[in-house]
């Protein structure tokens, strides 16, 4: 079943002269439970289009609908609603409120819509990530590993339909890149997430089950395991 679909997608920033083509004529087609890397050098336009996907940025031409919702019709308060609910974002730096502790950053997109979290649900998630003795716990008192499944446990608190994550190991060492990989592997798996993972890394992208090539914006290669 289909979750997300692009249509021709361009993104261009700027004007005239110094304008950059980040996303030239993208198509892009991704079932339920897949799980997606993206992979291509630096500047290819990696980040541009998990952003788009994620509503945070709008495309200049072209389509892209994620989970029935045509993102091009969003209004500013809808798309904020959907990034909320829908996508669950994971970036190489953490982004964790400091002065928040572990378990209030988990909660925090819930929190936001005055919704309570399910115990139940939420003492699973956090002990799938290995996280239920740091849930007092400052982000500062944490390791990096643990700081970044502190974010993906928020990212996956809403259970949104797709979890996209931008380098989420880029900024850890090989011990705990692994650790976060299988995590993501375990969220596929037992949760049937649907996971786009951007890398830079070749080798990390073979976890994956497909492997989308970048290169100066548009999809050279598309290839499944297997
Ligand atoms: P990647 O994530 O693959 O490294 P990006 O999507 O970040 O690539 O960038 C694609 C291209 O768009 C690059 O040439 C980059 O410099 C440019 N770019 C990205 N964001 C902006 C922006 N906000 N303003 C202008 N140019 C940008
Ligand atoms: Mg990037």
């Known amino acids: 079943m289909e979750l997300l679909h692009c249509t021709d997608l361009e993104k261009v920033y700027g004007r005239g002269d110094t304008a950059v083509r980040a996303l030239d004529g993208v198509n892009l087609q991704v079932d339920r439970g897949e799980f997606v890397a993206i992979v291509g050098a630096s500047g290819s336009g990696k ?134 990989l299988d995590l993501l592997g375990l969220c596929h798996r037992s949760y049937g997430q649907t996971i786009l993972l951007v890398t830079h890394d070749e080798e990390l992208a073979a976890q994956a089950d497909r492997v989308i090539t970048l290169s100066d914006g548009r999809i050279v290669s598309d290839r499944r395991r297997g």
């Open 47 to 180: 980040s541009t289009l998990l952003h788009i996907l994620a509503s945070v940025d709008r495309p200049t031409a072209g389509t892209v609908t994620v989970d029935g919702v045509d993102l091009g019709r969003l209004d500013p308060t809808r798309a904020a609603l959907f990034r909320r609910r829908k996508v669950g974002l994971v970036y190489q730096f953490f982004n964790l409120i400091p002065t928040l502790t572990v378990e209030k950053n988990i909660t925090l997109p819930l929190r936001l819509d005055k919704r309570r979290p399910d115990p139940a649900a939420l003492a699973e998630l956090v002990g799938a990530l290995g996280l239920q003795d740091k849930l007092q716990a400052l982000p500062g008192q944490l390791s990096g590993g643990q700081q970044q499944r502190v974010a993906i446990a928020r990212a996956l608190c809403y259970r949104p339909a797709l979890l996209l994550a931008d380098e989420p190991t880029g900024n850890l060492d090989r011990r705990n890149t692994g650790e976060i």
